[in-house]
């Protein structure tokens, strides 16, 4: 619930945002498509690209540099193991979902930079974090 609306706040906020999936570029595309979300995205990396696969750091790294960022400036938001692993390998602070496929206690356990439990917390971390008044932890 609120994933449209949340990520067309990031959006109007001045977010770039990327997907970095696993999944096969066409699978991947086709998921966004259906779920009307594709637009929100100027990347999507499917794992079948030559970037690599997660956890490996290349497939973040590009996404980066197709955004025009630094990890310092980015934040990867995942709900797996490799999406944590692979971001930390790129240097990336990362925020767990705990309401996705991942089990929550094994993201924990990750040490994540940031945690939500729902989807709509994102939109008060990234901007709260852009204006300063985010700790990590949260």
């Known amino acids: 619930p609120g994933v449209p609306e949340t990520l067309g706040r990031l959006r109007e906020a001045g977010c770039r945002m990327a997907v970095v999936t696993n999944k096969l570029q066409s699978g ?20 079948d690209s030559p970037h690599g696969l997660k956890p490996a750091a290349g497939p973040f790294l590009h996404a980066l540099k197709v955004l025009g960022a630094g990890p310092a400036e980015a934040l990867m938001v995942g709900d797996g193991k490799p999406d944590i692993q692979g971001a930390r390998a790129a240097g990336l602070p990362v925020c767990a979902v705990l309401f996705g496929i991942g089990e929550p206690a094994m993201l924990k356990d990750l040490l994540p930079d940031y945690q939500i439990e729902r989807f709509g917390e994102l939109e008060d971390l990234v901007l709260g974090a852009r204006k300063g008044k985010v700790e990590p932890g949260r």
């Open 28 to 47: 991947a595309d086709g998921v966004l498509e259906g779920l009307g979300l594709r637009g929100f995205f100027e990347l999507v990396l499917g794992g």
